[in-house]
């Protein structure tokens, strides 16, 4: 049987780096790992046969970026759209640069990163997982500081729905997971001493299992992965 391949895009650090650890314990994958930081991933993934690091910055050419890292792949099965940009500021102190930043890694990155998947998926199929956040999905507990990251995770979301819609036809299946807090360097960064409920390699564990299983049952769908109310 073909080994499966599976791409995890910010994988250098936190959830990301947690996910391509527990992915590569299962030797029938074949794993993309790609961030900006291609010397700690190299570090991080040493040990691990099935791992291939890649440079990519969702910042800029992200689609011929991406082309470029796909070219020797026939086939992709699966691909994480794990990495993001938080900005933690108050409304009025949100720079230009700041919402050009965080849309840029969160949303259009992530857009032009499938539109580099599609060709390798059309045929054969696969699932693409989006990672969004619990503050980007409707009706969910907000915290304030977070309206230029948690509105760009929210147009993630919708991404979600309408590409699911125009490739309704198509084998390929796209779902979103809307993260609660879990203790990474990002939430340590934003919010200093807030203790999360859920390690990055306990939500590792739930996103491979998702990403692995779930567009058996479900396409288009935007889950709320979080232990807060509501
Ligand atoms: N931790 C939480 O509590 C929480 C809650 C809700 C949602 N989430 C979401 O879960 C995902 C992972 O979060 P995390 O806490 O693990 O974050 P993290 O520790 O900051 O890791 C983010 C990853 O994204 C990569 N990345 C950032 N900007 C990039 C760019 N321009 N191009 C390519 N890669 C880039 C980083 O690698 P390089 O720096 O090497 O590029 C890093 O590997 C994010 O989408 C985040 O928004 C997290």
Redesign the pocket.
């Known amino acids: 049987m073909s080994k499966k391949t599976i791409v995890v895009?910010?994988?250098?650090?936190?959830?990301?780096?947690?996910t391509v650890e527990l992915l590569a314990q299962q030797s029938e994958f074949s794993i993309y790992a790609?961030?900006?930081?291609?010397a700690?991933?190299q570090t991080n993934f040493n040990a691990l046969p099935n791992v291939y690091c890649y440079a990519?910055?969702?910042?800029q050419n992200v689609r011929q970026q991406a082309e470029l890292i796909f070219s020797e792949c026939t086939q992709i099965d699966y691909i994480i759209?794990?990495?993001?940009?938080?900005v933690n500021k108050p409304f009025t102190e949100i720079l230009h640069s700041d919402l050009i930043d965080c849309y840029?890694?969160?949303v259009i990155?992530v857009m032009e990163t499938v539109q580099a998947v599609v060709p390798k998926m059309i045929q054969k199929g696969g699932h693409i997982v989006n990672?969004?956040?619990?503050?980007g999905f409707q009706g969910s507990v907000k915290f304030g500081g977070l309206s230029a990251?948690s509105t760009s995770?929210a147009a993630v979301c919708s991404f979600t729905e309408l590409f699911a819609e125009e490739y309704k036809e198509s084998p390929i299946k796209i779902n979103c997971l809307?993260?609660?807090?879990?203790?990474?360097?990002?939430?340590n960064?934003a919010f200093p001493g807030y203790e999360?409920p859920?390690s990055?390699e306990k939500?590792a564990e739930y996103i491979v299992n998702f990403t692995l299983t779930a567009h058996e049952w479900m396409n288009g769908k935007i889950i709320p992965v979080s232990l807060s109310t509501p």
Do not use: H, P, W
């Open positions: 895009v910010g994988a250098s650090r936190g959830i990301g780096k947690a790609l961030s900006r930081d291609l700690k991933m990519f910055d969702l910042s759209n794990n990495a993001g940009k938080l840029q890694t969160n990155g990672i969004s956040s619990i503050g990251y995770k809307c993260l609660g807090a879990a203790q990474t360097e990002m939430l960064e999360a859920v990055a939500m």
